[in-house]
């Protein structure tokens, strides 16, 4: 089960700020919902973790970082990450290439292509969603690569397609008992921060499976309506 | 006595051939009193969970077992490496390869086996699974068998890539299996030159699962004292097991003791030996102590005997007037990671070569190419004789391809195709001896019965308003009762069976026999046979199989082979009672055995029937003193049966559809079938095995299918996505039968259970595909679910308002 996913970010700062934190892998996995770096094999290899949860069911996996590529002049990225969810009955790899487009001088552009591939479970029960999934995942990543930049002059403004943080608002507002609204939107910002502005502190948490799905129902719908203007 | 409304009551009493007796096991099965191998429950049993590969295809770097073994409760963690120094890491399967009991270097397909852990309940056994941490690297893996022959496939078969043989001939690639071929191709290639009319089609037998309701599993115990290994299991062929199991342990086969129990449904299933059976073993002589393993639902789909996944192509070629001169048929065989599909040592493609159906084809020429795929092993017959699901299906779809193209209707061209009555016993083209059979007859019965020419009058008015509606016809020729161990074995074992009858003083008679039921309902169709010809009551006759120490040798149950091989053996085995029981009357009664003739349940002096033994009678005198000189006491017989044929039993089915073409669903409006399997013994059984056969064929027809992604993923494990009709979606079926008895067989039985399902899946897939012919459409592949019927009406751009 294998999804490609292309996505840009338009970015409230200086492209050398986010490429500064673009380079910051353990500031950058704390962007990604649910994941955490839990050792350095060396430069460039990583051991860490990701959870996901849907409802009662939850995964998390264990894998290995490998950056395979930094450019400085380009402000390009290539990882590649792989692992097994701790069960041992799925598996998945992610191949990650992601740059900064400046765009002026407070403004830049976050701009990733990633391909995606689970197996066993996940890709069996799970393929159904995935690339809903995914593109929420990056929604959220983005989200809080941008919360942790230094705020631009003018008023600070989250990622856009605005889609990403609604979602999250949303779904905390529809699930509140669950989680509430920073665990996804905040996800996996520890108070030691080092090359970005400290940002309230949350627990790190999983991925929120019911914040993905009503994201994913409201894109899904979204979709509908383009459809039918169209 | 000897009048008629005697002789009526008597053979009433008997309850024997031909009366709907209603099924002995039911009493136990409807008050859920049935005993299955997860009733077994055995002092200081271990459980088993396997460790299993969530890749289909990867290098096994390391196996790291310390966390599962803390974890409470578990005993132990067994892989391959434990398994090597008792040389049970591989095991020869009934296709003639070898498969990895628990995974050796690397895994071949998703869900593998290995690893098993040991614990002291299987809650404990399930955590301690989830604990083995597994160290993968990923490789291509290879899902579209098409594939699996390029230059630059990647190599699935590490541990073979040198043979040049896998015992069924040369192999061209290291993922190749085998190239297998009946007929005379330069004859059917002859046919297609001068042929006024060829059609070609690519037909898709996709792969599917039998998912029986129980799924597999056992319990294994050895005896460390006596050296005895007990194996409680779910199989179809106790006896062959217990072979396969001397042969790999090296256990003696008198130490071994194979139990099947009550089974929960086979449908082929339950033929093969898998690792699970093995590992559970070895677990239980390494630690002394009964281990029970037992299949979830996913494991069963995923992992073992999967059916068909048969990607052929049919052609025919025919005069002007619909007459088939020349068939070509060939397949491209998905066996999976390992050729562990179950077939007779000589036919490597089952019984394939039965594709030319009911039909007098002159020339005609088939090859199968089988090939490995990153998928699971297997290759079982789904409720069918091997391959013959897959062979029918291409000539009954082929036939309406032709129908089509000569814009001749669908029943005329198959009258003009049938081998005649006459003409039986009749040699196929492809080296078959159709035994008897009487086809014309049977379609006509059915298309008067549904009133066939009304429907299509009907078709024709609802075309012109745009709506679909399809008739479908099937007239097919099954080939049951494997087999005559000159062609046919297993393992070198050939393929007879048998039936062992004791008959006790009082009349009362147990019956032993080599086959397994799994619901066929084999303890009242014996028994109803012995009645009618030992003249007891068949409420006092007992049936036993699955036992392996108590019941004589047998090949098991599966290819409908009870009634043909082991019926057989039953009146064999009764009939020589029987000719005791005479010479014993002949003594009493102090007259020549010739003086005697048969009623119902004695024998009796002819011209004066006042002068009789009846048969409960002469059960008490064999236990007494006063017998003909020389003769031993005791009513007892066994009897091997060696038949001489394969039988071929057949059927006429018309099934009528609708279909919604703006939501692709498909309404199965009415089934009719006519099914003639020769002699029937109990025709409610019959009916029954019917209706199970139509509704298996119902769900191959519009759901079923075993589906990957591209990296071998499963993507339809579960009950969640895997259709399994219930009473809500099947429906309703009629049946109906005529009799032509096979010549060959002691009764005249052929069996029946698999014709309908075999004949049932071709008849609802050429209605479907009916419903589209005026728009063009020659063939649709299964499943015919709403979305795949859909996405046909929408490239045909009729789901449009």
């Given amino acids: 089960m294998k999804v490609q996913i292309e996505k840009s970010f338009p970015l409230a700062a200086s492209a050398d700020a986010a490429w500064a934190l673009l380079q910051d892998l353990e500031a950058v996995t704390q962007c990604m919902p649910g994941a955490r770096i839990t050792e350095h094999v060396d430069a460039s290899h990583f051991k860490g973790t990701v959870g996901v949860r849907v409802g009662p069911a939850s995964m998390a996996f264990r894998g290995e970082v490998e950056v395979r590529e930094i450019d400085a002049a380009t402000r390009s990225l290539h990882l590649i990450g792989r692992g097994t969810d701790n069960t041992g009955t799925s598996g998945a790899a992610m191949d990650l290439r992601a740059h900064i487009e400046p765009d002026g001088p407070a403004a830049c552009k976050l701009v990733g292509l990633s391909e995606v591939s689970v197996s066993g479970k996940a890709a069996t029960f799970g393929g159904r969603l995935m690339s809903g999934v995914a593109d929420q995942v990056l929604q959220q990543f983005a989200a809080n690569f941008a919360k942790r930049l230094p705020p631009a002059p003018q008023e600070p403004v989250v990622a856009t397609p605005v889609v990403a943080t609604p979602v999250v608002a949303d779904a905390a507002a529809t699930e509140p008992p669950l989680t509430p609204p920073i665990a996804v939107a905040a996800a996996a910002t520890p108070a030691t921060i080092t090359t970005a502005m400290p940002v309230a502190e949350a627990p790190v948490r999983d991925i929120n499976g019911l914040a993905l799905l009503w994201g994913m129902v409201r894109d899904w719908f979204h979709h509908l309506f383009e459809a039918k203007r169209a | 006595m000897g009048d008629m409304s005697d002789l009526q009551k008597r053979e009433e009493q008997l309850q024997g051939m031909g009366t709907s007796l209603l099924r002995k096991e039911d009493a136990r099965f409807i008050r859920g009193q049935g005993s299955y191998v997860d009733d077994i429950k055995l002092p200081g049993m271990l459980f088993g969970a396997l460790v299993r590969s969530p890749y289909a295809h990867a290098r096994i770097k ?122 005379d191709k330069a004859a059917a290639d002859a046919a297609f030159e001068g042929a006024a009319v060829t059609v070609r089609e690519e037909i898709l037998n996709p792969r599917v699962h039998p998912c029986p309701l129980e799924t597999c599993g056992c319990v294994a115990s050895f005896n460390k004292p006596t050296g005895n290994l007990t194996v409680y299991m779910t199989s179809q062929a106790p006896h062959l097991v217990r072979t396969v199991l001397a042969m790999l342990s090296g256990i003696a086969e008198s130490k071994i003791r194979v139990v099947g129990g009550d089974i929960g449904g086979g449908f082929g299933n339950k033929v093969p030996v898998y690792p699970g059976y093995v590992v559970a073993i070895v677990a239980s002589i390494v630690t002394g102590v009964p281990v029970k393993w037992i299949e979830s639902r996913i494991d069963n789909i995923s992992t073992t005997g999967f059916a068909r996944d048969y990607h052929g192509v049919g052609e025919l070629a025919a005069d002007a007037d619909g007459r088939i001169k020349g068939l070509r048929f060939t397949a491209l065989a998905d066996h999976g990671a390992f050729n562990s599909h179950v077939s007779a040592s000589k036919f490597p493609a089952g019984l394939f070569s039965i594709c030319t159906g009911s039909y007098a084809i002159p020339n005609a020429y088939c090859r199968v190419d089988a090939v490995f795929t990153n998928k699971a092993p297997g290759g079982v017959a789904y409720r069918c004789s091997l391959r013959v699901t897959e062979a029918v299906y291409l000539i009954e779809r082929m036939i309406d391809v032709l129908a089509q193209k000569l814009n001749i209707d669908k029943a005329e061209i198959r009258r003009r195709n049938f081998v005649a009555k006459e003409e039986f016993p009749y040699q196929t083209s492809l080296g078959w001896t159709i035994d008897s059979g009487d086809y014309a007859p049977a379609l006509e019965k059915v298309l008067k019965a549904v009133d066939y020419d009304g429907l299509r009058r009907e078709q024709v008015e609802k075309r012109a308003k745009g709506e679909l509606m399809g008739i479908g016809i099937a007239t097919f020729t099954e080939i049951v009762g494997a087999g005559p161990t000159k062609a046919c074995d297993i393992l070198g074992i050939g393929l007879f069976d048998s039936c062992e009858i004791r008959v006790h003083p009082t009349g009362g008679v147990i019956a032993r026999l080599g086959t397994m039921s799994q619901g066929q309902g084999h303890a009242t169709t014996y028994a109803q046979i012995i009645a009618t010809e030992l003249g007891l009551p068949a409420s006092d006759i007992v049936v036993e199989e699955g036992d392996t120490d108590k019941a004589p040798y047998g090949a098991g149950t599966w290819g409908s082979r009870s009634t043909p091989v082991s019926g057989a053996a039953t009146a064999k085995a009764a009939r020589k009672i029987k000719d005791k029981a005479k010479q014993i009357a002949a003594h009493l009664l102090e007259v020549g055995e010739g003086d005697l003739e048969w009623e119902v349940d004695r024998f009796t002096v002819k011209g004066n029937p006042g002068q009789a033994k009846t048969m409960k009678e002469l059960c008490m005198a064999a236990h007494q003193g006063d017998l003909p000189e020389g003769m031993e006491q005791g009513l007892n017989a066994v009897a091997y049966y060696d038949p001489p044929n394969m039988t071929f039993p057949f059927g006429a089915y018309v099934c009528v559809v609708d279909v919604d073409k703006y939501t692709g669903e498909v309404k199965i409006r009415r089934f009719y079938a006519l099914d003639d399997c020769g002699t029937r013994i109990n025709p409610m059984i019959i009916e029954g095995q019917i209706h199970g056969g139509l509704t298996e064929a119902f769900a191959v027809a519009l759901g079923q299918q075993v589906p990957f992604d591209e990296n071998g993923n499963h993507l339809g494990n579960s009950l969640m996505d895997y259709f399994l009709p219930t009473a809500v979606e099947t429906p309703h079926w009629e049946t109906d039968h005529t009799v032509t008895p096979s010549p060959h067989h002691p009764l005249g039985a052929k069996g029946v259970a698999e014709s309908p399902h075999v004949g049932g899946i071709p008849c609802i897939s050429n209605a479907v595909v009916d419903a589209f012919a005026h728009l063009g459409v020659t063939h649709m592949d299964m499943p015919h679910s709403a979305f795949r019927v859909w996405q046909q009406c929408h490239a045909l751009g009729i789901d449009r308002h």
């Fill in chain 2, 62 to 183: 390391g196996i790291d077992k310390s966390r599962a073994l803390d974890s409470p409760g578990v005993v132990a963690v067994l892989t391959a490496d434990d398994l090597k120094p008792l040389n049970l890491h591989w095991m020869p399967t009934l296709g003639g390869d070898v498969q990895a009991v628990l995974a050796d270097k690397k895994v071949c397909f998703q869900l593998q086996e290995v690893a098993m852990v040991l614990a002291t309940d299987r809650y404990a056994a399930a955590d301690g699974a989830a604990l083995v941490e597994v160290d993968y690297e990923e490789l291509p893996a290879i899902v579209d068998p098409k594939k699996a022959m390029d230059a630059d496939a990647p190599l699935i078969r590490e541990d073979i890539a040198e043979k040049k043989d896998v015992g069924h001939g040369p192999r061209q690639h290291p993922n190749h299996i085998f190239t297998w071929e009946a007929g």
